[in-house]
C-alpha cells in the first residue's frame, strides 16, 4: 500500500467517523421542549406564540408582556441540542452566529446565558425569574413547564408522541 493511499483512507475515515458523530439531533432523539419555571413566582408567562421563540433567542425581544426581562439561556455551542434547536429556531448553527453577536456586543446586548447540561437548564429557568430554555422532553421533570415542542423540525403548541426510555 503506498503512502498516498494510507494517507487518503486515514482522512476518508476520520471524516467518516466525524460525519457519523454529528447526525442530525432530529433524526436519532426525541422531541426538544421549551421550558419555563413551573413556580409561578418565577415563570413570568404560561403560553408562548412559536413565531415568538426566534426574537427571543436573537434577543430582538427582550421583555415578556408584562414587563419581566426575558431570560434565555442555551446549551453550549458545541450540544448536538444547541445545533439542532440553532438550524430550526434561528434557521443557522452557533459557529455562524457569531458576527451577529459580535454586532450587538457594541450596542450592550449579548448573547443568551450559555450552560454545559441540560440539567444546568432545568436548574436555571426553574429559579431565574424570567428563564426560558430548552431540554430533550424525555428529561422533563416537575421544576419547569413546557411551553413549545420542537419535532421533526417544526416548532408547536402541541405535545407530540413521546417515546422515553425509562
Avoid at 20 to 31: L, M
Avoid at 41 to 55: H, S
Avoid at 126 to 132: E, L, R, V
Wanted: some cysteine; overall charge neutral; charged content about 15%.
Amino acid at each position: 500500500m503506498g503512502p498516498f493511499f494510507k494517507h487518503a483512507l486515514a482522512a476518508f475515515c476520520a471524516f467518516y467517523a466525524l460525519a457519523a458523530t454529528h447526525v442530525s439531533y432530529a433524526e436519532e432523539s426525541h422531541p426538544l421542549a421549551v421550558i419555563v419555571s413551573s413556580n409561578p413566582e418565577t415563570a413570568v408567562i404560561q403560553q408562548l406564540n412559536p413565531r415568538d421563540l426566534a426574537p427571543v433567542y436573537w434577543k430582538k425581544k427582550q421583555y415578556w408582556q408584562g414587563g419581566a426581562r426575558i431570560r434565555p439561556v442555551n446549551l453550549h455551542a458545541e450540544h448536538p441540542l444547541r445545533i439542532y434547536f440553532s438550524k430550526v429556531i434561528l434557521d443557522s448553527v452557533p459557529s455562524e452566529q457569531g458576527d451577529y453577536w459580535n454586532g450587538l456586543y457594541f450596542h450592550g446586548t449579548t448573547p443568551p446565558y450559555s450552560v454545559q447540561s441540560e440539567e444546568a437548564v432545568l436548574r436555571y429557568v426553574s429559579i431565574t425569574k424570567g428563564a426560558i430554555g430548552y431540554v430533550d422532553a424525555c428529561n422533563l421533570d416537575d421544576r419547569v413547564k413546557p411551553l413549545l415542542w420542537i419535532d421533526a423540525n417544526s416548532v408547536s403548541n402541541n405535545k407530540p408522541a413521546l417515546r422515553c426510555q425509562p
